[in-house]
C-alpha cells in the first residue's frame, strides 16, 4: 500500500511559476515510478510526466516539455514538479500516481498503468 499526498496548488497569472510536491508513505522504495497526471472537469486524466526514482528517466507529454521539471528526493519518497510559464491551459487538478518500474523504465503516461493516486491539488492559471 502506497499513500501519496500532494501539495503546492494554487492560482498564479500566465507566464507564473508553481511547484507541486508529492509525499509518499508505506511501501515505497527506490525504483518505483512517480508520476503527475492531470484532469479538467468532463476529460480523461492526462499523464503530465513521469520518473523511475531508480534510474531516473524521465518521460515527459509533449505539452509541457520544457515548460514543466518533475524531479525527486534520494530516497524516492518525494515527487516534485516544477511548473514554469504556466499557460491558462494548464488549468486543472494535478494527481501524483505511482506504479511499478520494472526495467528501468515506467509504463506509458496512462492512468490506468498506474495503482496509487494522492487525492490531487487545484492548479487555476488566469489570463
Known amino acids: 500500500q502506497v499513500n501519496l499526498v500532494e501539495s503546492g496548488g494554487g492560482s498564479v497569472q500566465a507566464g507564473g511559476s508553481l511547484r507541486l510536491s508529492c509525499v509518499a508513505s508505506g511501501y515505497v522504495y527506490s525504483g518505483n515510478c512517480m508520476a503527475w497526471f492531470r484532469q479538467t472537469p468532463g476529460n480523461q486524466r492526462e499523464g503530465v510526466a513521469s520518473?523511475?526514482?531508480?534510474?531516473?528517466?524521465?518521460v515527459y507529454a509533449d505539452s509541457v516539455k520544457g515548460r514543466f521539471t518533475i524531479s525527486h528526493t534520494d530516497a524516492g519518497n518525494t515527487v516534485f514538479l516544477q511548473m514554469d510559464t504556466l499557460k491558462p491551459e494548464d488549468t486543472a487538478m494535478y494527481y501524483c500516481?505511482?506504479?511499478?518500474?520494472?526495467?528501468?523504465?515506467?509504463?506509458?503516461?496512462?492512468?490506468?498503468?498506474?495503482?496509487?493516486w494522492g487525492q490531487g491539488t487545484q492548479v487555476t492559471v488566469s489570463s
Open positions: 500516481a505511482s506504479g511499478s518500474g520494472a526495467g528501468g523504465r515506467c509504463p506509458p503516461l496512462v492512468a490506468s498503468d498506474f495503482g496509487y
Open positions: 520518473v523511475h526514482t531508480g534510474s531516473d528517466v524521465i
